[in-house]
């Protein structure tokens, strides 16, 4: 995966990358739109039809970010308060990653369905 | 089922037109095509799925829980943790004495007499069973006792990490490493399968299920996800939980619930599982019997954090005062049907929050990093004088003075003449500052009623008055196990003891 992300940074005029149209209907989120990812990078094997993609769910999440393990242990500094968001309290390091994170709307916290007012003590909004 | 012959598994309507497309390859066209088969296929997966799963599990047989939410949990990974636990090892290593006759007492008041006696029965005397399950699976516990409202004496075991996930998560993991065990989530349960005996022999589920919380009447309007039919050999465990997040069945039952109250359930605490008992047959109990729970803030959403400031400190050990008068307006460890009545009437429809407080000791009875957290979240305040107190609450400081004084002195002469609260018995009154203080509303928390069940877990047939073959049901989806209104801390007891029940016995 990386070197597939070198490889486009390279060369941006590579297949798969998105076009202006497509970029404005599915936006990504600026991480990922800095890596210039293209559409096929995350819908892999999915055809050509940007509007019949499927939710790429956790397995293509983690096939660059690794493991939630890895994910929980990156913000363990977090766990002092138990406010880790990916090995919190109540779930451990098992929830979905579309449970909170969005590539092409805004993401959503979950926490904040009970923890309204100590969520933005916490942590900041959700990429 | 052994015994049935495959043609008799098809004559239910609701089966035959997915069974009839499904089975279109097999010889067979009237069975069903299953998509998998187990031998107990749980419905949840809260405590009382936990339980169910666990315990059949352990009896070497096969066992699929399915959950409709992305995560496992339900309320239960959400819930304060506090597992009340009769004649406990820890009431008899601290010294108190406990009783059958007592728990009944307790039980029954809270439940005006309402409560199934032979389901009481049942939740006292294999607590100790339950309580040793989640041991077995790792659950941790704190060695203070909660005496949560209505209880004549401390029962209340509390996970040592302050939420029910302290029990969910270590039986989770036990769950998994036994063998031919399986977990799907994001499945939504639709339908029972019965033969034309009526039994229970399989569940339809929609998997890649997306629970929509934008959704009004998600039950109804959903329809992501891909149908599948999984046979279930031996039975099904119905353990689906409560339904106070359901706006359209909360509001048949009570129409004064506007629709945007709170309630501390989670988004998907739905009635669709139990609807689908109640169509196969189950007999419906106290199914308007919806209880708030007393101790929420008005200051945060959902369930928050409030409780535990108010189960732990402030209405044990401190008071809860009307804002109108300054003075107090009801017991606060009475049962929760009655503070929440007595709260309601003085909150009107000013919005009139009456104010909980306590001085600086009991707070350390809470979890540090909890009380940490609900005091830098603002909806709990510290005030170094009443004065203080008073003036940010707009109370008659002179008048709360006096109320403090008299509520002391109940506390040094060991009775409240007023209220009957059974009053701290380390002379704990509120004299030392600082002050904690918040606001409090009863938010909507637990649905009383359910499908009926005796003591087997069995759910009961109100077509044959006889159990329902093949299904089972335990926690918060059954009904009259606690009466018109529960106690806290006796829903983590119903739910693992009817739970390992079921486990038994499937």
């Known amino acids: 995966m990386i070197k597939r992300v070198l490889c486009l940074l390279f060369c941006l005029a590579c297949a798969g990358f998105a076009s202006d149209e497509l970029s404005v209907k599915y936006p990504l989120k600026p991480h990922h739109e800095h890596l210039a990812l293209g559409c096929a990078d995350c819908h892999e094997n999915q055809g050509d039809e940007p509007s019949k993609f499927k939710a790429i769910g956790d397995k293509g999440c983690l096939s660059c970010h690794k493991s939630k393990k890895l994910l929980a242990k990156r913000l363990e500094f977090m766990d002092v308060l138990k406010a880790n968001p990916h090995n919190s309290v109540h779930d451990g390091p098992t929830l979905y990653c579309d449970e909170c994170h969005n590539e092409h709307k805004e993401s959503t916290n979950m926490c904040l369905e009970c923890h309204e007012h100590e969520v933005k003590e916490w942590m900041g909004v959700t990429p | ?506």
């Open chain 2, 1 to 506: 089922m052994s015994n049935l012959s495959r043609r008799n598994l098809l004559k239910i309507s609701a089966l035959a037109a997915a069974a009839t497309a499904l089975g279109a390859n097999q010889s067979d066209s009237n069975a069903p095509s299953w998509d998998g088969e187990y031998d107990v296929i749980v419905i949840g997966s809260g405590f009382a799925a936990h339980a169910a799963a666990v315990k059949s599990a352990m009896r070497g047989l096969s066992v699929l829980m399915v959950e409709k939410m992305g995560r496992v949990g339900g309320n239960s990974v959400i819930n304060g943790g506090i597992f009340c636990v009769p004649l406990s090892p820890k009431q008899k290593a601290q010294g108190i004495n406990d009783s059958r006759e007592l728990f009944f007492k307790d039980t029954l008041k809270a439940g005006r007499n309402l409560n199934n006696p032979a389901l009481l029965e049942l939740i006292f005397s294999r607590a100790n069973d339950a309580l040793n399950l989640t041991l077995e699976c790792g659950a941790e516990y704190r060695d203070f006792l909660e005496q949560s409202g209505g209880h004549s004496v401390p029962r209340g075991y509390k996970t040592s990490n302050g939420t029910g996930a302290g029990i969910i998560q270590p039986m989770q993991a036990r769950f998994k490493s036994l063998p031919n065990t399986e977990v799907k989530t994001r499945t939504k349960f639709d339908k029972f399968i019965t033969d034309d005996s009526g039994r229970v022999v399989g569940v339809e589920v929609r998997e890649n299920y997306r629970f929509d919380n934008k959704l009004f009447d998600d039950d109804r309007e959903n329809k992501s996800g891909d149908k599948k039919l999984y046979r279930a050999k031996k039975g099904v465990v119905l353990a689906s939980g409560g339904f106070c997040a359901d706006k359209v069945y909360r509001k048949l039952q009570e129409p004064l619930i506007p629709d945007n109250a709170q309630t501390t359930n989670h988004s998907g605490a739905t009635a669709g599982a139990m609807l689908e008992a109640f169509r196969i047959g189950a007999y419906p109990v106290h199914v308007s019997h919806l209880q708030f729970g007393p101790w929420a803030s008005p200051d945060e959403k959902g369930y928050g954090l409030a409780s535990k400031f108010n189960v732990t400190a402030s209405f044990r050990y401190g008071i809860s005062v009307d804002k109108k008068t300054s003075k107090r307006y009801m017991n606060e460890i009475a049962d929760r049907k009655t503070r929440a009545d007595k709260m309601f009437e003085i909150i009107g429809k000013d919005e009139n929050y009456p104010i909980h407080f306590c001085d600086s000791r009991p707070v350390k009875h809470m979890l540090k990093e909890q009380f940490d957290k609900l005091l830098a979240s603002g909806a709990l305040k510290r005030f170094d004088t009443l004065d203080a107190l008073a003036a940010e609450y707009g109370l008659n400081a002179s008048t709360l003075k006096q109320t403090v004084a008299q509520y002391n002195e109940y506390v040094k002469q060991g009775k409240d003449p007023d209220f009957g609260k059974i009053l701290p018995k380390d002379g704990t009154d509120i004299s030392v500052p600082p002050f904690y203080a918040m606001r409090g509303v009863p938010k909507l928390h637990h649905a009383m009623g359910g499908v009926a069940i005796n003591n087997k877990a069995q759910v009961l047939s109100s077509i044959t008055n006889e159990p329902i073959a093949g299904l089972y049901a335990a926690g918060e989806v059954t009904g009259g196990t606690h009466g018109a209104s529960r106690l806290g801390s006796n829903a983590i007891l119903d739910c693992l003891v009817c739970g390992m029940v079921a486990g038994e016995n499937v």
